[in-house]
């Protein structure tokens, strides 16, 4: 099936003309969309979310009748993936002449004003900026006849669900409601229920499953040496755009620094950056002048670089939806890609956690001179540790100090226990009849 067959018009058809075939959401998508029902999908980061909603929009904008307002509004959680949405719109509807602005926060909020108070089409949000501008009378939104919530399970993780709740409660009853994500948690999927009228629900992959084309290992190694066995790896010639995520702001900048130092074409991107930062270390990345991009989870979400060759999890994450989000960052448009994670003793039960989610475990490979003595990442995840069998006294028991077996251990420290606890009982009584 090509994209003219999904119904869409020759101008949108001759915009996206790079691409042979629509993905396998956009397939199902599309046509749901034009048909103006409401729609639940959820899919694996890089198979074409974006697209799938973008395109009939456009069409839709296009054809309909036009308004003061705007009549189809994108919230995002991300500035990055805010912007990186409006450049799709201006490319994708290239021949449609259609009006749209990008709303975030980060830089100075009048000549959004003054882009709100013009004719638009399409607005794309993300949620705090949105409601200043609601709240100042400055977003018109009377008009939007589609919502957009892209990304939705990130919009729970950042907190923003109290805010989108209010942003639908002010917009038009009467309306297409389409929400996209990788992940569909219980209260974001409550949500959409109570919001949404007969909604269709697609899956086109297992929920927080890896996209197959990721290549995933772990190397086991000392926390104090992960700076050390990164720079090993990124001298690999095969190392050509490398994504590299850690927990915290704090360790991004100062790895950053330690690989500068190391004549390292590398910076920073997180939420402590401004925004005119952010956007130029994207912009240099993309261009291959910075080889090296080191991130916290703010661009694990819709970052969509082209030729993402490698991800590196300098720290696994706290929570682990987010390494399946991470590792989406490359092996994206059919792409190969590789996903490696530098993982110490400490992160085992991150990683334990890690495996349960994607249903498999995660392949090991040593590198020479990092490797950890005892590898009990290697165990399987779903085993529980044995227990020990101790005397009262806090000895392990065995046959030579009175335990049977160790397999009994633990029936013998109850018995003494329970012997214990009579003695004392005993002793009081005497007391409380003396």
Sequence with gaps: MNFTELGLRPEIVRAVAGYTNPT???????????????????????????????????????????????????????RELAAQIGEMAKEYGRHLHLRSAVIF??????????KLAGKLDLLIATPGRLLDHVSRGQAPLNHIRTIVLDEADRMLDMGFLPDVRRILSVLPKKRQNLFFSATMPSDIETLIRRTSQKPVMLEVARRATPVKRVRQVVHTVQTDRKKELLKVLLDNDNMHQTLVFTRTKARANKLAQVLEKSGYAVTAIHSNKSQNARTRALAAFRRGKLKILIATDIAA?????????????????DAPEDYVHRIGRTARAGDSGD??????????????????LIGKPIGRESVAGFIVARDVSKLDPRRKPK?????????????SNGGAALGNGRNQTQRAVRKKAKRIARISDRRRVA
């Design 339 to 356: 996903a490696i994670s530098l993982v110490a003793p400490q992160e085992y039960k991150k990683l334990a956690a890690i495996e349960r």
């Design 387 to 399: 227990r020990k069998s101790v005397t009262p006294s806090g000895r392990r028991l065995n046959r």
């Design 24 to 78: 396998s959401i956009q397939e199902q998508a599309i046509p749901v969309v034009l048909e103006g029902r409401d729609l639940i999908a959820c899919a694996q980061t890089g198979t074409g979310k974006t697209a799938a909603f973008l395109l009939p929009i456009l069409q839709d904008l296009f054809v309909g009748q036009r308004s003061v307002g705007p009549r189809a509004l994108i919230i995002t959680p991300t």
């Design 301 to 317: 979400r819709g970052l969509d670089v082209e030729g993402i060759s490698h991800v590196v999890n300098f720290e696994l994450p």
């Design 105 to 114: 926060g980060g830089v100075r909020i009048e000549p959004q004003k003054r």
